[in-house]
């Protein structure tokens, strides 16, 4: 089991930045953040494979966004910079603890997911 603790959610205006953490109860392969916006289905927006620091985005964010981790602390941050109103959405954490291959934001790829903080940005 894994329990994921997100923070640092809010409402911020159009070209404002956000960070935010997760802490994860245990060491994982894979550390991700999906977003799921008003109406429209849930999509990974970045990831880092714990163990060699590799790290996925979405086209969407790249420029934008910057995944990190803390292994000692099993934490991963999302900074996110350049905000944009299309921004607004949920955002999970999520964990992937099996070793298998795939597309490193396929949501199959994590078994295990935070409750959620909500990012707002206003034009």
């Known amino acids: 089991q894994v329990q994921l603790v997100e923070s640092g959610g809010g409402s911020v205006q159009a070209g404002g930045s956000l960070r935010l953490s997760c802490v994860a109860s245990?060491?994982?392969?894979?550390l991700g953040w999906f977003h799921q916006p008003p109406g429209k289905e849930r999509e990974g927006v970045a990831t880092?494979?714990?163990?060699?620091?590799?790290?996925y985005y979405a086209d969407s964010v790249k420029g934008r966004f910057t995944i990190s981790q803390d292994k000692a602390k099993n934490t991963v941050y999302l900074q996110m910079n350049s905000l944009e109103p299309e921004d607004t959405a949920m955002y999970y954490c999520a964990a992937g603890t099996i070793a298998k291959l795939g597309l490193p934001l396929n949501s199959d790829m994590y078994n295990y997911w935070g409750q959620g903080t909500q990012v707002t940005v206003s034009s």
């Open positions: 245990r060491s994982t392969y894979r």
């Open positions: 880092i494979y714990t163990k060699g620091g590799s790290t």
